[in-house]
Antibody, heavy 115, light 107 residues
Framework: EVQLLESGGGLAHYGGSLRLSCVGSGFTFGNYDMTWVRQAPGKGLEWVSFISGSGSSTYYTDSVKGRFTVSRDNSESTLYLQMNSLRAEDTAVYYC????????WGQGTLVTVSS | DIQLTQSPSFLSASVGDRVTITCRASQGIDSYLAWYQQKPGKAPKLLIYGASTLQNGVPSRFSGSGSGTEFTLTINTLQPEDFAVYFCQQLNIYPRTFGQGTKVEIK
């Protein structure tokens, strides 16, 4: 059974940083692309970032380019999202999902950015 | 970026109804469209990909159609567990944007 477990969310100040982690199990982690999606409170889904299985290709939505960095450690089956220069509009539940087609999702981790 | 516009944003329906949700893309995306269902407090669930292919385990009352810029999600014989929010997503180019969502509520 595929499991994805996010962690690292919490309260951050405006301009601060957080690093989210997502540990995958039940599948060969390095064989799969991974995606981050976020959802602001009471709002819709926003695609955030993608990383290929090898880590060689990454993509970002415009609003996080230059501030967020996606990476992965396949030896640890872990996906990361380094978030810098945080803004109030980054407040959201952040989900990691397996593959570009989002078949399996984690439970999400809440990031709150206060001013 | 490709914009996806869902209509309606909200609909009220009864158990047993047939419901159709439309997703329009700002430019052609062939059949690179997926549909997700999300219930309160839960992660989204993939229903359909490739515009019309049902994900394993999804009931056959769900169906998808369309290509290019206009797509539909149809739920035949709405069941109580189908009251949720539905999102479309394009998988043609990055960033892989979502529609704004359609909330299906009980009439």
């Amino acid at each position: 059974e595929v499991q994805l477990l996010e962690s690292g969310g919490g309260l951050a100040h405006y301009g601060g940083s957080l690093r989210l982690s997502c540990v995958g199990s039940g599948f060969t982690f390095g064989n799969y692309d991974m995606t981050w999606v976020r959802q602001a409170p009471g709002k819709g889904l926003e695609w955030v970032s993608f990383i290929s299985g090898s880590g060689s290709s990454t993509y970002y939505t415009d609003s996080v380019k230059g501030r967020f960095t996606v990476s992965r450690d396949n030896s640890e089956s872990t996906l990361y999202l380094q978030m810098n220069s945080l803004r109030a509009e980054d407040t959201a539940v952040y989900y990691c999902a397996k593959d570009a087609l989002l078949v399996d999702w984690g439970q999400g981790t809440l990031v709150t950015v206060s001013s | 970026d490709i914009q996806l516009t869902q209509s309606p944003s909200f609909l009220s329906a009864s158990v047993g109804d047939r419901v159709t949700i439309t997703c329009r893309a700002s430019q052609g995306i062939d059949s690179y469209l997926a549909w997700y269902q999300q219930k309160p407090g839960k992660a989204p669930k993939l229903l359909i990909y490739g515009a019309s292919t049902l994900q394993n385990g999804v009931p056959s009352r769900f169906s998808g159609s369309g290509s290019g810029t206009e797509f539909t999600l149809t739920i035949n014989t709405l069941q109580p567990e189908d009251f949720a929010v539905y999102f479309c997503q394009q998988l043609n180019i990055y960033p892989r944007t979502f529609g704004q969502g359609t909330k299906v509520e009980i009439k």
